[in-house]
């Protein structure tokens, strides 16, 4: 071992010693123990470390493990000092201790401050993440304790040791703030939770004490920053004092920040106490900041000024502050000096890459976009309360006059342009933001995509009335409603039209298209594209007349897209040496913009994608097969996408479809599928699946099958890098409502596809690993499927339905699909076979039966490793928040798995019978899901075929019991699901008395009653086992106590030679039914049963003779009428002539199996025991 490394493992022992003193109660013992090991950590060389990890190649391992060591020790030493304090008995508070308070503090900045600088350790990104997860947890957490004890116990300290009012305000809000920042990424620690409350309380209770209930803190903070910038009105403070009291400044802000997060009702109420003087304040400073101090405190000032203009923007998220801020700036304060003041902000520190002018920038465009839904709220209040009367000129009139807002569209337009040409990607995504927040026609979408939505708060005045209401109004106030509703409707789209059409025309658009064209980062485009489609999209005008190509008559619209490809490129050749850089002033590059744009129509609005490229992009396969040649991977992205978006659309797939030729090794598709670029694999992939979808017809050709797997699996190991892209995205809130196909979407969408394939689900299961141009991973395909679907991050809808897809695909075969799909036709799989074989040769139909084949042994097979694997559990984490479509496919999964009986315990412990117990739960049923819920329920019905009872929980059994129930009286459901449901009800009935209570208290009795009278035999016996094991229930002999009912069992039991299994049951049930007084009585008067019972004594089949002597045995227990029957029936006589014959073991010559021996000596006895009765 090296030096560095025995170093570090000395501090582990040090650091064990301190951890066992603090257990012993040792607190100073442990806390010199731990001063020593962070000396000792301190001390080693990490220039050596450095040269230590390069020879050991742990790629930073060990100077992480420094870091992270340090940072552990400075947390158990505050742990140890807060320890400390609570356990001094002295009256004031030493120096020495309070000293010690304010040095950890240090200690911790440079501890987190550490940690932020050594970044992740590669060669365990995940385990260093949660490492560091859990430290910056803690020394956030004991940061903010030591800094509210330093507040709370301010008066216990020696006199010069005082602190004031602002310093005590300092601390409060620092704690807060530590808080804060704990719970934005550990949002469950519980211990935070109740700190943060105890805090907020703590305080209130503090400005009680001191008669300061009217000066809260961030009244507090607002007095500072008032005393500190100076003058009485908001126009004239300058931070004159800056270079003193900086601190307090950005701490004060920083405070007001953290309250308006936490409780932002509250936080608007203080800022718009007094006449609004403390929202006046921080709104001067967010327009200002830079501007009240000298060159040079500009850095300080942007930094103040930041913080302002999130506590602007955050207080905006209430109504009631973005109505005081709208009117101010109309009345009192310029608006077109507001305006101005946002654009410059942008514009101006546009230019910058440090991280606070990005911070600036983040936060005019969210104050900009809050102000943008604020507007939005209150035009539509206005229009749905506005009275119109029925001329709709007057409407149209009135629509138009207020939807086009030149002010306001001048200002977003300008602001996302310059936000456009940023560097920086957060910044960028402002615009995309912003964009989406102005073209949504219903604000509340905005508001309920993001984690801004607090129940308390209301941003309409209109109460929108619920469904219940809606459907109990009266006629002619139901006809208002909806009059009012699609008014307001209209204005919506209207107004989106015009801010789209503004945007368009005013240089938006095209800013848009050279941002996404220029850029190196594949997700940028991908969001680009889905802009332009919405916007296409929100200019697209359905109410115009069509005209002969079947679009509305736009010429606003047509002219722009028009616009776009005014200019035509020359298709030149693109040599492999050239960088991108070097071609940006050539033609490809308008290739490239037009191709983009393109992209964008098809996928926002496909009607107008295909007229364009029928009718406008004239040169269009000349300027793609230019792009998709090239090596320059951005234009190679962009014609990826193209393809993707052209095969979606019935008219564009012959256009895309004549390029795709994978078994051509040199042609343009293979290189696009084998770019080492994951947009562009990702692209042609997913036009590669959907084409192959829509033919229903993918080749056979393992070649070719094993290229497209490769593919695949590639975009499955590229997950990480969109991980990444949807960091950038959740730092600067994220507000489209629309998202686009990553790569990893496009991977799983291609598996999907190819996993109907036999060849692809046996390498899916044999363990193939992902891989990509130079590496294959440890972790299989299969693996990594579970692992998406058990993501605790959220995943689209698309990925959860192939997800399901593949699943549902791995555990099927293709005969049993192709027998589904011929379920309720009046043809069989086989008939259509003979049909289709008519018209082919010999050898056709030996290739034909040779190819593809997949046998049971295969699929059970498949099915054993997918529950090894836990797919089951991930089928489970697909359920919540899926679509129709999605269920239909998980439903499908578990019923195809739990065909395989040695599968169906170890889905049970993974949660597939609570999931589809839940699946049944939803009420009435309808449409797509009505088949899922069969579907669920048949799934049920396997699993407790051949399971224990016993082994399930309480919930699980008496949960089943009304899912099999409703299968069974399903008249959609088939005879096999209903059979199968039966069984299961049978095997629950036999558990215990619970059980059935719960199956008759579900009107179970009626339902097997009618179960019985089915077509199918062996429904009909399913359902007489299940009603036999309901006895001894109390209904159950109050059912058989009627008569009627009774002579059906009778006829059951007496048409033992056509079906002897439901006869038996019958039988059975009426042996153990006549123990009942009533019943046996009841049974005595049915004339038919003197017949019944001298059959089957004569039929000679042990089984039901057993059962028909239990009955006579038991009908001698009640009554002259049951005892007549005995008699006159003959039953006595047989009884005696069966005895006499048979005694004495005389049975044992006749060559009986064991069973049938056993059941001789059983009935032998019986007959004895009816002979003794009736002569007593």
């Known amino acids: 071992m090296t030096s560095v490394t025995n170093s570090i493992s000395a501090v582990e022992a040090i650091k064990a010693q301190g951890n066992d003193a603090f257990q012993k109660g040792n607190i100073s013992e442990a806390l010199h123990i731990y001063q020593l090991a962070i000396q000792r950590i301190s001390g080693i ?265 999130q506590c602007v923007a955050s207080a905006c998220v209430h109504p009631s502050f973005s109505a005081w801020l709208v009117e101010y700036l109309q009345e009192t304060r310029k608006e077109t000096d507001f305006e101005n003041d946002l654009y410059r902000i ?139 509703v699609a008014i307001r409707n209209r204005y919506r789209k209207q107004r989106s039209r015009n801010n789209a059409i503004y945007f368009c025309t005013h240089g938006g658009l095209e800013k848009l298209i050279s941002s996404a064209v220029h850029s190196k980062e594949s997700f940028w485009r991908r969001e680009c594209i889905v802009q332009i489609g919405r916007l296409v999209k929100s200019m697209c005008d359905e109410t115009l007349p069509l005209d002969d190509d079947g679009l509305p008559v736009d010429n606003v619209l047509q002219k722009i897209v028009m616009t776009v490809f005014e200019q035509t490129p020359k298709i030149i050749n693109i040599e492999e040496d050239h960088e991108f850089d070097e071609v940006q002033g050539n033609d490809l590059v308008l290739c490239m913009k037009r191709c983009l744009f393109a992209t964008g129509v098809l996928y926002g609005t496909p009607s107008i994608g295909v007229w364009m490229l029928d009718k406008v992009w004239n040169c269009a396969k000349d300027e793609w097969n230019l792009l998709a040649s090239s090596d320059t ?81 590639g975009l499955l190991q590229g997950h990480e890098t969109d991980e990444r892209a949807n960091d950038v995205r959740s730092e600067v809130r994220f507000y489209s409502t629309e998202t686009y196909n990553a790569p990893l979407e496009r991977g799983v969408e291609l598996l999907s596809y190819l996993a109907s394939k036999t060849f692809v689900k046996n390498e899916i299961i044999q363990g193939a690993g992902l891989s990509t141009s130079s590496t294959t991973s440890e972790i299989s395909v299969l693996e990594k499927l579970v692992q998406l679907a058990q993501s605790k991050s959220t995943i689209s809808p698309s990925v959860k339905y192939s997800l399901a897809t593949i699943f549902a695909s791995l555990c099927v075969s293709v005969e049993t699909l192709r027998r589904e799909a011929f379920e309720g036709q009046e043809i069989t799989p086989e008939q259509y076979d003979e049909l289709q074989a008519m018209g082919k040769t010999q050898e056709e139909r030996k290739i034909e039966l040779m190819r593809d084949f997949d046998s049971s042994d295969s699929v059970g097979s498949r099915v054993k490793v997918m529950a090894q694997y836990k797919v089951p559990q991930a089928l489970v984490s697909l359920i919540p928040g899926a679509t129709e479509g999605t269920l239909e496919q998980v439903a499908k999964s578990f019923s195809r798995i739990a065909c395989e009986e040695s599968v169906r315990g170890s889905m049970i412990q993974q949660g597939c019978l609570s999931a589809c117990i839940n699946l049944s739960k939803s009420g009435e049923f309808s449409g797509t899901y009505k088949s899922i819920v069969r579907l669920a329920q048949h799934t049920i019905a396997k699993l407790l075929v051949t399971t224990n009872p016993s082994s399930l929980r309480t919930t699980q059994c008496i949960g089943s019991i009304l899912p099999l129930l409703m299968l069974v009286k399903d008249y959609e459901s088939s005879d096999l699901q209903k059979f199968e449901a039966l069984l299961s009800i049978t095997n629950l009935a036999s558990f215990n008395e619970s059980t059935k209570d719960h199956i008759v208290g579900e009107n179970g009795i009626s339902i097997l009653s009618y179960a019985m009278f089915s077509n199918h035999e062996m429904v009909r016996r399913a359902a007489t086992e299940a009603m036999s094991n309901l006895i001894p229930h109390p209904k159950i002999f109050e059912h058989l106590r009627n008569q009627d009912k009774l002579k059906v069992w009778v006829a059951f039991a007496s048409d033992y030679e056509n079906n002897f299994e439901c006869a038996r049951a019958a039988l059975g049930c009426l042996a153990m039914a006549t123990q009942d007084s009533i019943v046996a009585n009841e049974l005595a008067m049915i004339n038919s049963t003197r017949s019944m019972v001298m059959n089957i004594l004569e039929c000679g089949r042990l089984e039901l003779m057993h059962r028909m002597l239990v009955l006579l045995l038991n009908l001698q227990q009640h009554g002259e009428s049951c005892k007549d029957l005995i008699d006159t029936s003959g039953a006595v006589l047989f009884c005696e002539g069966y005895v006499s014959s048979y005694q004495n073991e005389k049975y044992l010559d006749l060559g009986f199996s064991k069973n049938d021996t056993k059941l001789m000596e059983i009935t032998i006895n019986l007959a004895k025991e009816i002979i003794s009765a009736s002569k007593a």
């Open 45 to 309: 060389n990490l220039k050596a470390a450095a040269c230590d990890h390069q020879q050991h190649n742990t790629d930073y391992g060990i100077k992480f493990q420094i870091v992270m060591l340090k940072a552990t020790l400075v947390s158990n030493q505050a742990m140890c000092l807060i320890k400390q304090f609570d356990l001094q008995e002295e009256e004031y508070i030493k120096e020495d201790v309070i000293n010690s308070l304010i040095g950890i503090i240090s200690d911790i900045d440079a501890a987190i401050q550490s940690m932020d600088n050594v970044g992740s350790c590669p060669a365990d990104i995940s385990s260093s993440a949660t490492s560091r997860k859990a430290v910056r947890s803690k020394l956030l957490y004991r940061r903010s304790k030591v800094r509210f004890l330093l507040a709370v116990y301010r008066k216990d300290v020696p006199t010069h040791l005082k602190m004031s009012h602002s310093q005590w305000i300092e601390h409060v809000a620092k704690a807060q703030s530590d808080l804060q920042e704990l719970l934005s990424f550990d949002p469950d620690n519980k211990e935070a939770i109740t700190f943060l409350r105890q805090v907020k309380s703590k305080t209130a209770e503090m400005l009680k004490d001191e008669n300061l209930l009217d000066s809260s803190p961030i009244s507090s903070a607002l007095m500072n920053l008032q005393e500190i910038l100076g003058g009485s009105e908001a126009s004239n403070m300058t931070l004159k004092n800056i270079s003193d009291d900086n601190n307090v400044v950005v701490e004060s802000l920083k405070y007001i920040h953290a309250t308006l997060l936490d409780d932002i009702s509250n936080g608007t109420r203080e800022l718009l106490r007094n006449g609004a003087k403390g929202g006046k304040i921080v709104l001067e400073i967010a327009c200002r900041g830079k501007d009240m101090v000298g060159i040079d405190a500009m850095t300080v000032g942007r930094r103040v000024q930041t913080l302002a203009m």
């Open 633 to 713: 991977v951005a234009a190679m992205s962009i014609a990826a996408e193209f393809a993707s978006a052209a095969a979606n659309e019935k008219e564009t797939r012959p256009w895309i479809s004549s390029f795709v030729n994978v078994a051509d090794i040199d042609g343009t598709w293979r290189k696009l599928l084998s770019c080492d670029d994951q947009d562009v694999q990702s692209g042609a992939a997913s036009a590669m699946a959907k084409l192959g979808l829509s033919d229903k017809n993918l080749s056979s050709d393992e070649g070719e099958l094993v290229a497209l797997l490769h593919v695949a699996t």
């Open 346 to 484: 942008v514009s101006e520190e546009n230019t910058e890459d440090d991280t606070s002018t990005t911070d600036l920038v983040i936060a005019t465009m969210a104050l900009e976009m809050r102000l943008i839904i604020h507007k939005h709220f209150k035009e539509d209040d206005d229009c749905y309360n506005n009275d119109f009367s029925d001329n709709n000129n007057e409407i149209d009139e009135r629509l138009n006059q207020d939807s086009l807002r030149t002010p306001t569209s001048q200002l977003q337009t300008r602001l996302c342009c310059a936000v456009l040409e940023s560097n920086q990607k957060k910044c960028k995504l402002t615009a995309i933001n912003a964009l989406s927040v102005w073209l949504d026609q219903n604000p509340l979408n905005i508001i309920n995509s993001t984690d801004e939505n607090d129940d308390g708060i209301i941003y309409s005045k209109v109460k929108e009335p619920s469904e219940g209401e809606i459907r109990k109004m009266p006629p002619r106030q139901l006809a208002e409603y909806r009059k009012r």
